[in-house]
Structure formats: structure tokens, C-alpha cells
């Protein structure tokens, strides 16, 4: 099948690379433990399978940052659209200044396998992650962090244990935008799956 050709114009160089997930990174004070706090951040990515691994990437004014760097320990929780104006908020406000849990509604719950982070209660996914290097690459710091424990809402397991995110309502970040997922286009391999297995798995994911 032929494609049209479309021209193209060349912009400065970006990083702009979209969508990206928006994730809501949650984090406390190793020297005031009862201090937590929660920083929204686009730039955070998966980097490593064996162990899992995932990568954030802080700018070092952030308060986020120090107590990061300082305690070890982050948890990355996923964002659904029911979380996405509290996320925005935790996006624009320091906790330096403010007390965003108390702001936006959302609560803290104990994080798997961590010390002092903790978990967002009501994110669908919740990654305890620790801190195994800092890379400074200029403008912002790469965390890169160990996923130590991960925690799922139990409305996404069906009957056998099976994680269906598909229904998650998760929200994407692309170019300044939050936006919902559209529905599912394919799976893993559909490009070549078998016609009677592309059906069944089709129908049993488009059916609600
Ligand atoms: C959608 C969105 C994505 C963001 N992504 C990042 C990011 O990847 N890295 C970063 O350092 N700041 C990012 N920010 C900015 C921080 O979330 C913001 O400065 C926040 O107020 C810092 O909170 P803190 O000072 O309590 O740590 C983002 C903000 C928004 C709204």
C-alpha cells in the first residue's frame, strides 16, 4: 500500500517526544518523615525490565528533588482521569509553600517495601521505587529507580488475578495537553495474530 508523502517544516531541536504518561510522584522528608509530598511530572519513563527499573527526570529547584535525593525513595502512582485536576494542581503548586493533599482531597496510604514514601491512595498504580543512581544532565536530574513493589487497585484485577488497565481511565500528557486514552486499537503482536485470535481478543476488549 502507498503512503501520500507529506512536507514537513524543521523546528529548533526539543524534546519532543509525546505523549508521554503524567504520573503523580510521591515522596517525604527523611528528616521530618510526616512531612509527604506529591509532584506531577510528565518526564518519567520506563527504562529497565530485569530489574524493573523507571527513570524521572526533576528539575533541582523542585522541593521534590532534595527530599528524593536526600531519602532514597520516590513512588510513582498512575493518573486516571477522576485524579487529573488534583494532579495539574500538584503541578503548579511547591509543597514548600503548601500542604497539596490537604489542597487537592487526595490522601497518602502506606507504599509497599518503602521506608517513609508513600502511596496515593486511589491512583490506579502505585510503583514503590529505589533510588539506584542520580544522572545530572543540565536543566534537570535523572532519577533512576529500582521498582521495589508495585500496588494495584483491586477494581482492575478480574476473577483470575489478570491487571486490566484498559479500564483505568488512564490520562496521557501530550505537547501542554492532559488527554484520555482512546479506545484500543490493538494488542502486543495483533499485527500478526491469527484472524480467530485478533477476533476474540478484539471483541473481549472493545466489549464495554
Ligand atoms: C503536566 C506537568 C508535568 C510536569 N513535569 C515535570 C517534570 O517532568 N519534571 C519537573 O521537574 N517538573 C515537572 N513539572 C513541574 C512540577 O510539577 C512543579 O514545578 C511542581 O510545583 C513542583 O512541586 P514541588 O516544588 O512540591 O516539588 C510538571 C508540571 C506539570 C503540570
Known amino acids: 500500500m502507498k503512503h501520500a508523502q507529506p512536507n514537513y517544516t524543521v523546528l529548533s531541536p526539543s524534546a519532543m517526544l509525546n505523549p508521554v504518561p503524567v504520573v503523580l510522584v510521591?515522596?517525604?522528608?527523611?528528616?521530618?518523615?510526616?512531612?509527604?509530598?506529591?509532584i506531577t511530572l510528565a518526564w518519567a519513563g520506563t527504562v529497565n525490565s530485569e530489574p524493573p527499573?523507571?527513570?524521572?527526570?526533576?528539575?533541582?529547584?523542585?522541593?521534590?528533588?532534595?527530599?528524593?535525593?536526600?531519602?532514597?525513595?520516590?513512588v510513582v502512582n498512575l493518573v486516571d482521569e477522576g485524579m487529573c485536576r488534583a494532579v495539574d494542581y500538584c503541578g503548579v503548586r511547591s509543597g514548600?509553600?503548601?500542604?497539596?493533599?490537604?489542597?487537592?482531597?487526595l490522601t497518602y496510604m502506606p507504599a509497599e517495601t518503602m521506608k517513609i514514601a508513600p502511596a496515593v491512595s486511589g491512583a490506579p498504580v502505585s510503583l514503590s521505587c529505589k533510588v539506584r543512581q542520580m544522572l545530572e544532565l543540565g536543566s534537570h536530574d535523572l532519577f533512576i529507580g529500582e521498582v521495589t513493589g508495585v500496588m494495584v487497585r483491586d477494581d482492575l484485577l478480574d476473577g483470575n488475578?489478570?491487571?486490566?488497565?484498559?479500564?483505568?481511565k488512564l490520562v496521557a500528557y501530550s505537547h501542554g495537553l492532559y488527554q484520555k486514552l482512546g479506545g484500543v486499537m490493538g494488542f502486543f503482536g495483533w499485527s500478526v495474530a491469527r484472524p480467530e485470535v485478533l477476533e476474540r481478543r478484539m471483541n473481549a476488549l472493545c466489549s464495554d
Do not use: Q, W
Open 26 to 38: 510521591s515522596c517525604a522528608d527523611p528528616k521530618n518523615p510526616e512531612k509527604k509530598n506529591m
Open 53 to 74: 527499573m523507571v527513570s524521572i527526570s526533576v528539575r533541582k529547584e523542585r522541593y521534590s528533588h532534595d527530599l528524593i535525593a536526600e531519602s532514597g525513595e520516590f
Open 96 to 105: 514548600k509553600d503548601a500542604d497539596k493533599a490537604a489542597e487537592t482531597g
Open 161 to 168: 488475578g489478570t491487571l486490566h488497565l484498559e479500564k483505568a
